[in-house]
């Protein structure tokens, strides 16, 4: 597999709507793996396949916010680091199943087969494969269905279908079972998490119940019931009881051109939603047996119903160019399926339900990247549970903090429950700039929603603890008469234990502001509940008025750092291209004390920000910065678009959305087989949408300004916006909004306020 | 146990020449096992009983250069981390007693007993140890000495005695045992490091031999073979073998008032002086017969000859300060334990052979701080030996270099064989002023001893490889016109990853200087061996001319790096007493961005070159960054006392000596139950001899410039100075010069030129 920054590897086809190949490519299964995967924001899956697979393969299925605290594991200590990182784990294995033919279970990596295809439909959530495989003189054929529901959240179904397409009679078993014997490939002590607490098989069923093993931490253990049961036209024969494992075997003798089928329907239920063990595993019989009598065809039309309607609210049309339609509506659906607003407990891991890597846990990502996506492409509601999660684990920010011996509340860089589980000094200690981002989450809520409810109240609670950990945090340096953060590590993670960087400094300085102004709008009360004096504010005021800013006068921008220009500034173009990506090529040292800028960092803040800089200031910036940056984090490219495109450099702008579009179609960062760069995903939706059409809120109206990329004949999206439903095309004629739902609007349509209105139908 | 900078636990007697206690502390056994460790250079363990002990014990036997490379362990990788970390290995332990009586095993954690002494005789390098333990009726008392030997290195001796002191007869066992079952504390993966090659008993020996297990590295897998033979009084019993373990039993009725001795002499050889398992056992067995024919008393009078004559060329004699006495010999005695230069593929480990910690290897302490200790203390082959390690270790650290993508050779900050073992990236690639104090060593040895051999030959394969590292590490920055070094860490590990620390900048700088002055005396051979240009010399100079070094033109200092000026500047004297020490109550973070220094750090560049700089700037430096040091490395104290002592800050200069003299006797910093400080020990000798006294070397002449400390009445020390021994005496009256051994010397007293004769005896 090539690597590099302009490495790509393409393995399934373009089409609009599916993702979808008719190869098995062995040597990038993992990879096939990842873009398979299917989620319904309660749990999800990679695409491994249902049968035996001897070949390389990295079999996940994870259940949302189940977790376990893995005992850190560091080379050296330091003091502060947490006890534990929090894992998501490897669910109890209950999709497995060993297809026999004539007592041989059928290999994909080693069996002889033809007419392989792969297809996820996007638009209606389903997985479905076929092949014909050769088994000695054995011709069969064989085709696999699979959806978690978003109709039934805790519903996992898989239908398979065979045909003897030799002439020999054929005998075939399947064997279905739930598997508590799995493991992680990422965890520090090799332990299997899971203990079974009671298992039992039947004619039509199988059933397990689990425990997450216990932790020295006192975070919760957690129980999970599985019920799967079978319909299916093969005779049933028989079962079995092994340790941590449950299974059953059905047979037919399959004469030439005879069909037969298999259906599993699983339900997996949880003690985050029940109270006790028996309330657990009764809930899942209950639900077995109201879904079992479904058909599959029901079931999965009640599915793909929820798809179709989600996909009205915010599909994204691209005419003249189908790879990047392919992309976007596939970062549609992983975002989809990993989160869509329905459980505020919940959150979105950097790779969703696709992988284990990074844990699983919560990264500043959604606020920065996922908050402004889904506060267009999905009702208010969505957007305000992930802010809720956050208030939620303010008792864990407070507790991070006061380990930094600091005031207020530190949010974490990643977790599952508030408390802090990454354990780098640099990142844990020092990429605190994470906790603005927490802040700015709240405010752009507020001014894309205009709800004043929430940041006059649970918003508030966040915003002073944020407010009360900058002040403790930042220290007066004599020498210059000024507020300064020493010791930080930006959005630039090439960069560590920086003073003063420019994005850190200028967003602690508006958290201090913003809670400020707020402070003046909530209740007498919410201010007592804080005991929040006169004098605490007043010393907000003097640090934020006296914040430390690192500016260069000649160059005319803002300094990343103290000392940054002091870099050797070569720029990314002139660096010899084997050595790129550096982080694949370079010690860590060199890319360190290098310039080169692995995400937007000072861009980031000009991003957060973006009407209160005036176009020069934003210019001079993007030219100084963009060069040096090597965008090797997912996380870059989108905020790039966003900046370029509002400088006019269209051809820059659609450069940047290129590298977001398709990062994990066409395997860009080489390491989409760990799993997809979820947070990311919403990048392509960000360039297109605040990007190419420009669109902002300036004093509570919508503002749209759009281009059409030179590469594009036109393209339209949905956006959902203060309880409006609106639909706007742009092609190289001219920009057509319309309203969908809701009451008229007035929009700034390219400088020009305009009023929308319902179409009379 | 107290805790803190100002926390002291003595559990030894105040004795000129002993360390001696009369009562078993229990709670504090570990902190006694470190201090009465015994050593030979080849070998060396802790002060564990023979005997059974269940209480909290932490046994330790190590042989010089045995090692294992670990496997790396982080929580993160960052590219460039080394795979191994090489750590010393517990030993097969051939120490081990079994003493039993009415067959019970005498276990002093559980037993009750009297008169208990513990004896660490340092004129001698003996330990002993007696009791009188009581099992039920019986009372018995046991008396231990042991030493391992400095006239055959390869001797470990072992003599008990034991008397009935009870009415009634007792039967008494004693097993000794050879047991290849140990494991380090401080190891990643829990593994017994030993496989046992084969074992054998028969009545008069126990052997063993044994080889360290496979490793992934292709390090050296070191072979050990043991012999122990026994003569007693006791009756020889039965034999047992094992796995991994050989013993004998003795047995003897000894009734009211009867005697009994029981010797154990113990031979170890290894792959390191043999080269086959037959010559290594061949050697065990040939040094057995020829040392086992020797009494006990003849093999210590051998061993405690050789020790009286180091004391002879080394001893420090205190006047009116039986603490300072006890302390500065208790150091001279570890150092010489450790390390008295036999073997140049030996080195000093932070612990010698004190404990596990640091994994027992070389760090830069040696040429820091041990290197002009031995110059003063031993003869000067014994220093030449410590430079030829670090040549022959220079393809590791050209391997270190080129993992860093760099020029030259980097030396590792721990190693066995070169190649760096740390895996921490603000130490590992960062902690590059190590380089400097390498090539300074050089330097220091070259201008104490005169001997010009070394720095012509293989010393300058040393320099050129450290300036090649630094021609490439540098950068020149456009801005300042200046090449800098941005990336480092310090001596004052308490900041991490800063740019232009002023000690590393000036160490290269003058890294560059050096080694072109070298260059310009070595034969053309040498020149053309390394093909060293007149071009790559001109860059040389170039860089060491324009390098640029952070100066405050309103402080008059030297800046630690480019934005130490900005931090909150308040001095140590302010911080609330309770926070102290700050590695104990602060996270890491905010020690990183405090101004509290670990260990001199500009100042140790100052004491390095004390002689190029004035004394306003000494001075005004001193009175800057002494205020701000917590001195949190055991290192930090030496530098600052000598410094002090040549700033006539007498009061200071002891009170920096009192920190280094009796760290490890009074537990100062509560960690010495891991292991003494041994490379810090140099420290207290420093203090006195380059402090108290103001040794230095100006244009190749000993100068001395002494006082004498308020608190005492006198001191006197033995010098080593180009193939003299010279006795230097000093109390209030004056000072006394006076040669022992060479030709007559011209010596600079307080400023005066003087000569020294040998008197007529």
């Known amino acids: 597999m090539r690597k590099g920054a302009t490495g790509m590897k393409r393995i399934f086809e373009i089409d609009p709507w599916k993702i979808v190949t008719h190869s098995l490519d062995k040597g990038n299964k993992r990879l096939q793996e990842s873009i398979t995967s299917i989620g319904n924001e309660y749990m999800g899956m990679r695409g491994m396949f249902e049968e035996k697979y001897s070949g390389d393969t990295h079999p996940g299925i994870y259940l949302g916010g189940v977790w376990y605290p893995d005992k850190t594991r560091v080379g050296w200590w330091k003091n502060g680091y947490p006890e534990y990182f929090g894992k998501v784990i490897n669910a109890v294995d209950f999709v497995s199943l060993d297809l026999q033919v004539n007592g041989e ?34 011709k069969v054929q064989v085709e696999s269905e699979r959806f978690v529901s978003v109709a039934c959240k805790e519903l996992y179904t898989n239908r398979l279908k065979f045909k003897n397409l030799g002439e020999k009679p054929v005998v075939l078993n399947v064997t279905s079972m739930i598997n508590a014997n799995v493991y992680n490939e990422d965890a520090n002590y090799d332990e299997q998490f899971w203990n079974v607490l009671g298992q039992n ?3 039509e069923s199988l059933q397990m119940t689990a425990q997450t093993i216990p932790n020295d931490f006192g975070t919760p253990r957690f ?12 005779e049933y024969q028989t079962q ?77 049309i691209i005419s003249g160019n189908e790879e990047s339609q392919q992309g976007i509506r596939f970062n549609l659906f992983q975002l989809f399926s990993t989160y869509y607003g329905n459980d505020s407990r919940l959150n979105i891991g950097p790779k969703g339900f696709t992988g284990e890597k990074y844990g699983g846990a919560t990264y500043w990502d959604t606020e920065a990247f996922a908050v402004p996506f889904y506060l267009g492409a999905a009702p208010a509601n969505v957007t305000r549970n992930l802010l809720q999660y956050r208030h939620n684990q303010l008792s864990g920010a407070y507790h991070n903090a006061q380990e930094q011996g600091l005031n207020g509340a530190l949010f974490p860089m990643v977790t599952f429950n508030g408390i802090e589980c990454h354990n780098e000094w640099e990142i844990t200690f020092e990429e605190i700039h994470r906790n603005g981002t927490i802040a700015y989450a709240i405010y752009n809520y507020t001014r894309y929603t205009g709800d004043q409810e929430y940041v006059h109240n649970d918003g508030f609670d966040v915003l002073v603890g944020i407010a009360r950990f900058w002040a403790d945090r930042v220290h007066f340096s004599k020498r210059q008469g000024k507020y300064m953060i020493h010791g930080v590590t930006g959005p630039n993670e090439y960069e560590n234990n920086v003073n003063n960087n420019w994005y850190t400094n200028t967003l602690a300085k508006w958290c201090l502001e913003y809670t400020e102004k707020i402070a003046q709008e909530v209740s007498a009360k919410k201010i007592q509940e804080f005991n929040l004096t006169h004098e605490e504010r007043q010393k907000w005021q003097q640090i934020s008025q006296n914040m430390y800013l690192p500016f260069d006068e000649k160059l005319g921008i803002f300094v990343q750092h103290d000392t940054f220009l002091d870099k050797d500034l070569t720029p990314v173009k002139d660096l010899p291209q084997e050595q790129l990506p550096l982080n694949q090529h370079w010690s860590w040292d060199h890319i360190l004390r290098s310039p080169y800028i692995k995400q937007a960092d000072v861009l980031q803040g000009i991003y957060y920000f973006i009407d209160r800089f005036s176009e020069s200031e934003k210019r001079r910036n993007f030219d100084f910065y963009e060069p040096l940056t090597v965008h090797e984090s997912s996380l870059s490219a989108a905020t790039h678009a966003v900046l370029a495109a509002d ?19 066409d395997n860009y960062n080489n390491d989409t087989d760990d ?27 919508l503002a749209l300004a759009p281009f059409v990329p030179q590469q594009w004949d036109g393209y339209s999206f949905r956006l959902n916006f203060r309880g409006r439903l609106l639909s706007v095309t742009v092609d190289k004629k001219g920009t057509k909004l319309s309203l969908l739902t809701g009451k008229p609007l007035e929009i700034i349509l390219n400088g020009k306020p305009i009023v929308v209105e319902m179409e009379a139908k």
């Open 223 to 234: 129980i999970v019931a599985m019920k799967a049961v079978h319909q299916t036209s093969l």
């Open 675 to 701: 799993g997809l760069h979820v947070t990311s995903m919403t990048g392509s939706w960000l360039a297109i949408v605040q990007g190419f059409a420009g669109m902002r809120v300036k004093n509570n109206k």
């Open 105 to 138: 279970s059928i290999d994909l990596a080693k069996d002889k087969f033809t007419d392989f295809s792969l297809e996820l439909d996007m638009k209606h959530g389903l997985l479905t494969r076929s092949f014909i495989v050769y088994k000695g003189d054995a």
């Open 201 to 203: 098989t039947d004619r």
């Open 240 to 316: 079995t009881k092994e340790t941590k494992m449950v299974s059953a075997k059905w047979q037919k003798k399959l004469n030439a051109n005879d069909q037969a089928e298999f259906e599993k329907k699983v339900i997996v239920t949880t003690s985050r939603d029940y109270a006790t063990r028996a309330q657990i595993e009764q809930a899942a019989a209950d639900l077995s047996k109201e879904q079992a009598a479904k058909s599959f065809e029901t079931l999965l039309s009640d599915h793909e119903d929820i798809w179709e309607k989600r996909w009205e609210k915010s599909d994204i």
């Open 647 to 665: 400088l006019h450099k269209e051809e820059k702008a659609f450069e940047m959305y290129s590298r977001t579009a398709r990062l994990d179609l």
